[in-house]
T-cell receptor, first 111, second 112 residues
Framework: GQQLNQSPQSMFIQEGEDVSMNCTSS?????WLWYKQDPGEGPVLLIA?????ELTSNGRLTAQFGITRKDSFLNISASIPSDVGIYFC???????????FGTGTSLTVIP | KAGVTQTPRYLIKTRGQQVTLSCSPI?????VSWYQQTPGQGLQFLFE???????NKGNFPGRFSGRQFSNSRSEMNVSTLELGDSALYLC???????????FGNGTRLTVT
């Protein structure tokens, strides 16, 4: 299957700091999705991206679809304790329906 | 609108047994996908159903099977359970095949 490399694997930050994480693929994707998963729950869709270069925000979250179509980035500004969780990227290849998931970034916010 | 509902939330089974997991998609969603989530392997795609037909299948043995009913509800079956099948099984629905997935809270399966 497709390999999505997500980094960093984990982050420990102070409340109020900004956070950046990214996802790269060896294949060209036509859709990138970002999810957050809290303990004991399923992933929740945060942002969906459909065009190369697209920049989309959802509150304090901003995600970008990389120009090469092989990467995507998620930024969280002014982090708060409820941002704690695991963030996953997911991508869909051209002419495909299946979504492939990254390995996740575990975020810890220290009050 | 109700979200994706998965039942049961927790299951404990013994090696060699079989298990059936259930998923009710968001109303109006016709595509249902199943994923296995483990700490070591992350989210691994099992299969996708759309309009009662399997559209895609991941790289899992034949012991893993599924089906979808005319009301879009889906079931997943695992036969001859192995210890390595212990995982969180997530169901996701979407309006159509290939559109963004909306996940349920999963079924935690423990095989002893």
């Amino acid at each position: 299957g497709q390999q999505l490399n997500q980094s960093p694997q984990s982050m420990f930050i102070q409340e109020g700091e900004d956070v950046s994480m990214n996802c790269t693929s060896s294949s060209i994707f036509n859709t990138w999705l970002w999810y957050k998963q809290d303990p004991g729950e399923g992933p929740v869709l945060l942002i969906a991206l459909y065009k190369a270069g697209e920049l989309t925000s959802n509150g304090r979250l901003t995600a970008q679809f990389g120009i090469t179509r092989k990467d995507s980035f998620l930024n969280i500004s002014a982090s708060i304790p409820s941002d704690v969780g695991i963030y996953f990227c997911a991508g869909q290849i051209m002419n495909g329906n299946q979504f492939y998931f990254g390995t996740g970034t575990s975020l810890t916010v220290i009050p | 609108k109700a979200g994706v509902t998965q039942t049961p939330r927790y299951l404990i089974k013994t090696r060699g047994q079989q298990v059936t997991l259930s998923c009710s998609p968001i109303s109006g969603h016709r595509s249902v996908s199943w994923y296995q989530q483990t700490p070591g392997q992350g989210l691994q795609f099992l299969f996708e159903y759309f309009s009662e037909t399997q559209r895609n299948k991941g790289n899992f043995p034949g012991r893993f099977s599924g089906r979808q009913f005319s009301n879009s509800r889906s079931e997943m079956n695992v036969s001859t359970l192995e210890l390595g099948d212990s995982a969180l099984y997530l169901c996701a629905s979407s309006p159509s095949s290939g559109s963004p997935l909306h996940f349920g809270n999963g079924t935690r399966l423990t095989v002893t």
